[in-house]
């Protein structure tokens, strides 16, 4: 399997742009997550999908975040208008839900933001 | 507050001793609890995970839980440079949503040749 995919790696941006931030979970799993990390605040969840219903989005800091996840093969996250200060890196992750490992989350490789 | 601390290190230790790492959590009725490594640059990936009271073990590695104390440690045995890198803990706390987990800021772990 491919693992988690996240594009883009990279994004420099300047403030007030929209931002969109993508994510392709592992085949069958049935859980989503997206975190952000920063030095200060550390691995923050931000919302989590089952089955592809947002269940929990208290983490999203504010009206300017926003998230989707239209089938079981993608999830997007999206800042409009970007600040400086959403400067992370932003990770997806997604869980099996059964098995052995159902509560193992595997992490995408991240999306490292900047905002100018 | 249901919250997860670690101490954020960094933790130095030589080659091929032990290295402890200690975290403890606010919620008694905490199930589910997992050790994330993560290199710098990169992403966090499982080390292992522990629900029951006791040790846990896995090859150079040994996670062990106590409940009543609310706290879980990792030790990694014979530490290799290698082993260098920032590691998280993370918990299931009670009530929480599928698999929705709380992490702690980490403890950078830095072994020397």
């Known amino acids: 399997d491919a693992g988690v995919i996240q594009s883009p790696r990279h994004e420099v941006t300047e403030m007030g742009q929209e931002v969109t931030l993508r994510c392709k979970p592992i085949?069958?799993?049935?859980?989503l997550f997206w975190y952000r990390q920063t030095m200060m605040r550390g691995l923050e969840l931000l919302i989590y999908?089952?089955?592809?219903?947002?269940?929990?989005d208290s983490g999203m800091p504010e009206d300017r975040f926003s998230a989707k996840m239209p089938n079981a093969s993608f999830s997007t996250l999206k800042i409009q208008p970007s600040e400086p200060r959403d400067s992370a890196v932003y990770f997806c992750?997604?869980?099996?839900?059964?098995?052995?490992?159902?509560?193992?989350?595997?992490f995408g490789p991240g999306t490292r933001l900047l905002v100018l | 507050q249901k919250e997860v601390e670690q101490n954020s290190g960094p933790l130095s230790v030589p080659e091929g001793a032990i290295a402890s790492l200690n975290c403890t959590y606010s919620?008694?009725?905490?199930?589910?609890f997992f050790w994330y490594r993560q290199y710098s640059g990169k992403s966090p990936e499982l080390i292992m995970f522990?629900?029951?009271?006791g040790d846990k073990e896995d090859g150079r590695f040994t996670a062990q839980l106590n409940k009543a104390s609310q706290y879980v440690s990792l030790l990694i045995r014979d530490s290799q440079p290698s082993d260098s890198a920032t590691y998280l803990c993370?918990?299931?706390?009670?009530?929480?949503?599928?698999?929705?987990?709380?992490f702690g800021k980490g403890t950078k772990l830095s072994v020397i040749p």
């Open positions: 992750a997604s869980t099996p839900g059964q098995g052995q490992n159902q509560e193992t989350q595997y």
């Open positions: 085949s069958g799993h049935n859980s």
């Open positions: 999908f089952n089955n592809n219903v947002p269940i929990d």
């Open positions: 919620d008694r009725g905490s199930q589910s």
């Open positions: 522990i629900y029951s009271n």
């Open positions: 993370a918990v299931r706390f009670s009530g929480a949503g599928s698999y929705q987990l709380t």
